[in-house]
């Protein structure tokens, strides 16, 4: 039944809406790099005589808002190259002053700014590849591609860009190392590249090339070419980058402490294409703080990873199981009993031979308390199949003295951009088990099958997972187990009355997903939205008008305060939601979100509200406030999260940031003060200041927090 509409659903979206045509290329599709000859003056003026001189591609394309028309402005690009990096010179003409750049620092959403992106794939294998956009200030942000949809924000580049702004628009240098990037030394250097470029004051994008709406500019499988890359190598193999910090840090109950640390990382490019990490008493605190939202759910918070050490090469090692489980949770790592450990020494290899995806990494911890030294262990391997496809394992080991942990799994994916001749589909099966003493447990088994087809006018997800009680990936992430469960995600959006100033509009007849508890058969949860209404418009305005049902059996009563629990049942609830947002390109933006129903035993109100300021380019203020008000036989509980954001940046280099939050439930109030420098690329200086108080309602007292700690941390990168 469930494949039938699954088939159903592609059959509406052939038959009644005209496909897009397929592969969306326009000539030239190639782009040539040339020889750079002579000295570059890397100043975003591109006034030097070579570039009035070179091959500039101008065909792009719109995505929106008039799709399939040339871009409303002028835009223009080449690349020179020398035999250690790339060089790409950019003209975007435009009035300056409708022009819209709010940002100046390293890693800022340009999505709502005026903006110029590359994606460059080097292994041109229709998978992943490196992500870098600019806008007219010089702000910069990368992203490591791992998939059509998929990216990891927090990974940093070794990369540089400089602009300049004139009465016929902005214009940009960006200087990128090959040494950045992985890539085959077989002197086949025919890359697959793409540019986008986004025009905020009329909300439009424009690609070079593949300018499906159903796509990305992730989607790399319909990007142009790079011809003319000869004779380039990693000219420098080595790149060591030792760290020392020193600080002090505070607390009412305790002594204080003066941390002097020093270790490093050793990144050895073993071949183009392979690389090396090796890494000693690395220092694995953060120079930036984690959000802790209220927690209403019977459920822990999921962080990601912002680490530096292991966000290259990340999607080496991804083992997704479902359900927001995973087999491997690099925030596993440096942790034990709950508490930061030090690490004695890691080793990572990581790249790709051939069609083998390879990732390997072996991990010592110190000894702590009665837990001896723990030893981890990941092996990721994937090897391409077809055009986009794969098939691929995972396995891992953690021991020490308490614990002799694996986990092996085995995966496969099909994945195609032609399916219907231009659409997107992605089926996938993973299963794994896990073990002890290197054998394996029982009723230690999971699974998972999923169809998904995203795209533009339909996104369809369909799974089916399951997991046994005594699954345990000591190195994972465990939302829940002892579960079957059933996913259908099914999304339209229509681009109809666009006369009326609507974009499109946003439809989700049900997006549910139902467990049951694996052993019994019984039904454990289940969460449903229905979107009756919802739109975006070429404003950049939208709202939603949702409904929700979930239901969730409680085998034993669930703390939400200190002082108030729900006791075990099984609980219906029904919920209405109104969201609604303004265009974030504007100097002042702001969204709302109200939610009403059952919560329970009774029943809850929440009122979120967001707001940005954009004063100048040099400082942006932002900030979120959500409210809580349930009310419940066994007591009333409110609760407040705010959390701030400002941000003032020097230049592209230097910036000083500020992120205070306050977490009613949990009597958290805290703010996390940085100045961050980049004396040059590669490079970073810190100087952090974090503080913590206790019950902050009752007592604010600025001089006097619970906790503080001031740090002073630098790493510098050397290559050789």
Not at 668 to 688: A, E, K, T
Not at 696 to 707: A, D, F, G, Y
């Amino acid at each position: 039944m469930k494949i039938r509409l699954f088939t159903f659903v592609v059959f509406f979206n052939f038959i009644y809406f005209k496909p897009e045509v397929s592969a969306q290329h326009s000539f030239p599709d190639t782009i040539r790099a040339v020889p750079l000859t002579e000295k570059i003056i890397f100043d975003g003026k591109l006034t030097e005589s070579f570039w009035s001189e070179l091959p500039f591609v101008s065909n792009f394309t719109q995505q929106e808002l008039d799709f399939g028309k040339p871009v409303s402005e002028k835009t223009e690009v080449a690349v020179v190259y020398t035999k250690d990096a790339l060089y790409f010179g950019i003209r975007c003409y435009q009035d300056p002053k409708t022009l819209i750049a709010k940002s100046m620092g390293v890693d800022a959403d340009l999505r709502v700014e005026d903006n110029f992106k590359i994606v460059i794939s080097p292994f041109n294998d229709n998978r992943g590849g490196y992500f870098f956009a600019v806008n007219p200030n010089g702000a910069r942000t990368d992203i490591l591609i791992a998939g059509n949809e998929d990216g990891n924000l927090d990974w940093n580049g070794v990369w540089d860009a400089r602009t300049s702004v004139t009465s016929e628009g902005w214009f940009a240098e960006i200087y990128i190392p090959f040494a950045t990037m992985q890539f085959k030394s077989d002197g086949n250097y025919n890359w697959a590249i793409n540019f986008e470029r986004g025009i905020a004051s009329e909300n439009e994008v424009a690609l070079w090339q593949g300018w499906s709406r159903d796509n990305t500019i992730f989607s790399v499988v319909n990007a142009g070419t790079i011809t003319g890359l000869k004779d380039i190598s990693y000219t420098k193999k080595f790149e060591f980058k030792p760290y020392f910090l020193s600080g002090a840090q505070y607390n009412r109950d305790f002594v204080n402490d003066y941390p002097l640390k020093a270790g490093g990382d050793l990144n050895i490019n073993i071949t183009p294409s392979l690389k090396l990490n090796l890494t000693s008493y690395t220092d694995f605190a953060q120079v930036e703080s984690d959000r802790i939202p209220v927690n209403l759910s019977r459920f822990s918070v999921y962080y990601p990873e912002k680490r530096a050490f292991f966000l290259e090469g990340y999607s080496k090692f991804d083992f997704y199981l479902g359900d927001r489980n995973t087999v491997f949770y690099t925030r596993t790592l440096g942790t034990e009993n709950d508490q930061t450990v030090s690490v004695i020494g890691a080793v990572r290899l990581f790249g790709k031979i051939g069609k083998n995806n390879i990732g390997f990494l072996n991990l010592e911890e110190e000894k702590v308390d009665d837990i001896s030294a723990t030893n981890n262990t990941v092996f990721r391997y994937k090897y391409d199949i077809g055009e986009q496809s794969y098939i691929g394992g995972i396995f891992t080991n953690k021991i020490n003295n308490v614990v002799s942990n694996q986990v092996l799994g085995i995966d496969a994916s099909y994945q195609t951009s032609h399916f219907i001749k231009d659409k997107n589909l992605n089926v996938s099966a993973s299963i794994a088990a896990s073990g002890e003493d290197f054998g394996l447990s029982d009723s230690a088994f999971t699974y998972r099958i999923f169809a998904d087809y995203p795209n533009d006018l339909i996104d369809n997800y369909m799974a089916v997972a399951t997991m046994q009680k005594n699954f345990n990936p000591e190195l994972g992430y465990m939302r829940r187990t002892n579960y079957r469960s059933y996913s259908w995600y099914f999304r339209i959006t229509p681009r109809v009355f666009t006369k009326y100033g609507v974009k499109k509009i946003l439809l989700k007849p049900w997006g549910f997903t139902v467990y049951q508890t694996l052993t019994t058969g019984e039904l454990e949860s289940l969460w449903n939205e229905t979107r009756l209404l919802g739109a975006v418009f070429k404003s950049g305005e939208r709202f939603e008008v949702n409904f929700k049902q979930s239901y969730d059996r409680l085998d034993e009563n669930f703390d939400l305060t200190e002082d108030i629990s729900i006791p075990e049942g099984k609980y219906w609830m029904f919920k209405n939601e109104l969201q609604f947002e303004t265009n974030r390109a504007r100097r002042i933006w702001t969204g709302l979100f109200y939610n009403w129903g059952d919560f329970y035993t009774g029943k809850i109100k929440t009122f979120e509200s967001e707001a940005g300021f954009n004063i100048n380019k040099h400082f942006n203020f932002s900030a979120s406030y959500t409210f809580n008000k349930v009310s419940l036989p066994e007591g009333d509980v409110s609760t407040h999260e705010l959390a701030s954001y400002i941000n003032y940046a020097f230049n592209t280099r230097l910036n000083i940031s500020f992120f205070g939050q306050w977490n009613s439930l949990e009597d958290i109030m805290m703010y996390n003060f940085r100045l961050h420098w980049i004396p040059q690329i590669g490079s970073d200086i810190y100087l952090v200041f974090n503080a913590d108080y206790d019950e902050p309602v009752k007592q604010i007292e600025i001089l006097k927090p619970e906790s503080s700690a001031g740090i002073f941390k630098i790493v510098w990168r050397f290559t050789f």
